[in-house]
């Protein structure tokens, strides 16, 4: 039962981070929509695809 509870906790943990990204990649996405040069969505989009990667890799460090 407990290894039950502890699976589901982690279910939801992951499932967190999973919105918590879609939410960033959406923001980050609709920042490169609002941008009118194209060497400015080139920089958000690199910049947003770091961001995403920094917090996926220090959440899934926890």
Not at 23 to 43: G, H, I, M, Q
């Amino acid at each position: 039962m407990n290894s039950t509870s502890k699976e589901y906790e982690r279910c939801i943990e992951q499932s967190a981070i999973g919105l918590e990204l879609l939410a960033n990649y959406c923001y980050f996405l609709l920042l490169s929509l609002v941008n009118v040069s194209l060497k400015s969505e080139t920089l958000t989009a690199i910049l947003s695809l770091l961001i995403i990667f920094y917090q996926f890799f220090s959440k899934s460090s926890l």
